[in-house]
């Protein structure tokens, strides 16, 4: 078990927090820019950092080891990997620091590369692969130190997005089958439903809450744990005095004709701003109660710029905070 107590993210700001990340789950640590996900893992890995506060594995404490005493891997947004050395000396390298055998050191290469789908890439260098590739051996290289906390910082944000989905698929299975704590930081909502066992939510280096990914996405603790989970963002209302929120797929554009399943819906008037669509999905932009709203819709709408939309919501979609 992975501890971090009385933690402080970001200097001068009365935010600190206690979280604990347990092994064989991947922990998914979501927050905007600057909301202090990197500062937590650098903080875990011993790294310079202005985060404060106690890191401990197993009930002993981290924080008077270095980087390289510390039991713990990362892996970067960038494609961190030695240039000079070849895809399998890269993934060697931490193994030859610990003066790892070379019988032993050479089958968890071959190992570690298969896992990673890379074997026939060992002969390379890092600048003779795809952007893809080159944070598979990063990867690599941080699964083969066998460290008992592996840091991934947001480590697929710079790929694109079919190859992102294979690896999250590839990754979430391989991660899983280990006993290792995985710390997964990531601003993408979908990362905490695809990789995450358990979520931690963070904004401006506040924790505001944590669990299992569908507990918190249906009881949200405040209005920035609900946006968090929402892509696009969450359309904020009053309600009878009180500060409610929908999903914007949670909205619906209410056809005529008399159906007697909207009689209990709620309703809203919508004047389109924008509109955008990819055929599959569509995106209806707007004003509802002078606050801008978003409507996200399957297919394509019959919508224009200018037009004003009744839509609605079931009741039980309906936050209230």
């Known amino acids: 078990m992975l501890s971090v107590n009385n933690v402080c993210l970001i200097p001068d700001e009365n935010n600190a927090f206690s979280h604990s990340f347990a092994p064989g789950e991947i922990s998914v640590v979501l927050g905007a820019n600057q909301s202090g996900k990197t500062n937590l893992c650098r903080l875990i890995a011993g790294l310079n950092t202005r985060a404060q506060g106690e890191v401990s594995l197993d009930g002993h404490s981290l924080v008077e080891l270095g980087p390289r005493s510390r039991p713990v891997s990362m892996v970067y947004q960038a494609f961190v990997n030695y240039p000079n050395l070849t895809v399998f000396e890269n993934i060697a390298s931490p193994l030859r620091a610990k003066k790892t055998d070379t019988k032993t050191l050479s089958k968890t290469v071959a190992e570690t590369a298969e896992k990673l789908q890379i074997s026939q890439l060992l002969d ?9 590739q080159q944070q598979r051996v990063a990867i690599a290289r941080a699964l083969a130190q066998e460290a008992q906390v592996l840091l991934l910082d947001e480590p697929l944000v710079n790929l694109d997005f079919k190859l992102r989905e294979a690896l999250e698929v590839e990754l979430r299975e391989l991660l899983r089958a280990s006993n290792t704590v995985v710390v997964y930081t990531s601003s993408d909502p979908r990362d905490a439903f695809t990789l995450g066992d358990q979520l931690l939510l963070l904004e401006k280096g506040s924790k505001i809450q944590a669990g299992r990914p569908l507990e918190v996405y249906e009881s949200p603790s405040c209005p920035a744990a609900m946006a968090l989970l929402a892509d696009p963002d969450i359309n904020r209302f009053y309600r009878n005095g009180r500060l409610c929120a929908l999903r914007p797929e949670h909205l619906e554009l209410s056809l005529q004709g008399h159906d007697p399943a909207l009689e209990s819906s709620i309703d809203f008037d919508m004047q389109v701003t924008a509109y955008e669509t990819n055929g599959d999905e569509s ?24 037009q004003v939309l009744q839509i609605h919501a079931a009741p039980h979609d309906v936050v209230q905070f």
């Open 124 to 132: 390379r260098l890092p600048s003779e692969l795809s952007g893809g």
């Open 283 to 306: 995106f209806v932009h707007g004003q509802v109660q002078d606050t801008d709203w978003v409507m996200r819709s399957r297919g394509m709408l019959p919508v224009s710029v200018g």
